[in-house]
């Protein structure tokens, strides 16, 4: 099975924590999408095998016209062997989502939507320059559910400074519900290129001290199991049936083609990045010139990466899978470590495999680190 991201580089306007590539100049949106469509023709070698996910991420991939998200996917499905059960997700920001739009949506083959809510918070929503209010999540999720979708995810922001334990306790309640398919969250980090990297260093920002972000993480996970959402990865709860396919991909270390400007892909052995300009991006397209870097992964990068994306699910670490791969007695290497974040409860293992516990989950990359296997 393999994935494929299709990068599409717009936003209405600049959120103060987004670190992600894109651009508030909508005037090249046609243009951009006649770029990634040829970048998905002329790939069309890059994956052999079955594509079981779609995933059009952002940017703000909602300000797509339906005509061009039915473009982008037809060339999908002229150029690789798709499966006819394949997971299409889109997402999208709340104010995009009128009921016609979620219906052209549907009607465009897309049959999962990511809605970025983020908080129920008036003041926060503003604080963050989000271009949506409380009562546009709330109806965009509505109008989802009447056009069809009966896959629906919704993304929530915890640690957000000035923003109580209760105020956390609110966004949960308000986001369970409404009952979706899927919830994500993720701590606030503040990027140092971005509006609230630049208010940090004028002390006019001041992030949530790392104890009290613990609290609220684990306060989350507990709340959202409580309510029948099983934790299958850091920040990833589903229903039973409807954890993200595309995002457990990435994780199982499955090749995955991305294409758009600041899109990366993996073919098993090398990875390759995008330019992140969108101007440059059009242009090399159009004219046939190099647009990307690759990156050639040694056979030790590729198991750290492993350790790494394993670590991150509730399914956890294969012991068996790493001592056949590097024929070494993995828990012997690492005993003294292992038994220490074990007596920390930070780790169990149990039928071959080393899983993070709760509190594991809040240092996993640091754990990773310290488990890697050296060059």
């Not at 494929?4 to 670190?19: S, T």
């Not at 006649?34 to 079955?50: P, S």
């Not at 060339?75 to 059960?85: G, I, K």
């Not at 994780?251 to 995008?274: C, K, M, Q, T």
């Amino acid at each position: 099975m393999a994935g494929i991201y299709i990068h599409i580089p717009f936003c209405r306007q600049a959120c103060h924590y987004c670190d992600f590539h894109f651009s508030t100049n909508l005037s090249t949106q046609n243009e951009m999408v006649k770029a990634i469509v040829k970048e998905i023709e002329d790939r069309k070698d890059y994956l052999n095998e079955e594509v079981n996910t779609i995933y059009l991420g952002g940017g703000t991939p909602s300000l797509l016209t339906s005509d061009q998200v039915v473009h982008l996917l037809n060339t999908v499905f002229a150029n690789y062997d798709v499966c006819s059960h394949a997971e299409i997700t889109l997402e999208a920001n709340p104010e995009d989502l009128s009921l016609n739009k979620s219906k052209e949506l549907a009607e465009a083959g897309i049959n999962r939507l990511s809605i970025g809510v983020q908080t129920f918070d008036e003041s926060k929503l503003a604080w963050m320059n989000r271009a949506h209010d409380a009562n546009d999540s709330f109806g965009a999720f509505e109008k989802a559910r009447q056009a069809g979708f009966k896959n629906i995810s919704l993304d929530l922001i915890y640690a957000i400074p000035d923003h109580s334990r209760e105020r956390w306790e609110s966004d949960l309640k308000a986001i369970t519900d409404l009952q979706p398919d899927h919830i994500s969250f993720y701590g606030l980090t503040i990027e140092e290129q971005t509006v609230f990297g630049r208010w940090e260093q004028q002390n006019r920002l001041v992030q949530v001290p790392e104890d009290e972000a613990a609290k609220q993480y684990l306060f989350a996970i507990e709340y959202l199991e409580d309510r029948g959402y099983q934790q299958y990865e850091v920040s990833n709860f589903g229903k039973d049936g409807f954890h993200s396919r595309h995002n457990h991909g990435y994780w199982s270390g499955i090749w995955y083609l991305g294409v758009g400007p600041g899109a990366h892909s993996f073919d098993g052995e090398s990875r390759r990045f995008n330019v992140r300009n969108n101007p440059n991006y059009i242009k090399a397209i159009k004219e046939g010139l190099p647009f990307y870097e690759t990156e050639l992964l040694s056979r030790i990068q590729r198991i750290n990466e492993q350790i790494l994306t394993q670590l991150r699910t509730v399914k956890g670490l294969n012991l068996s899978m790493l001592q056949k791969d590097m024929d070494v007695d993995f828990q012997e290497l690492h005993a003294d470590f292992i038994d220490e974040i074990s007596h920390q409860e930070l780790i169990e293992i149990a039928d071959g495999f080393l899983r993070l516990k709760s509190k594991g989950f809040l240092v996993a990359d640091e754990i990773a680190v310290r488990l890697f296997f050296s060059e």
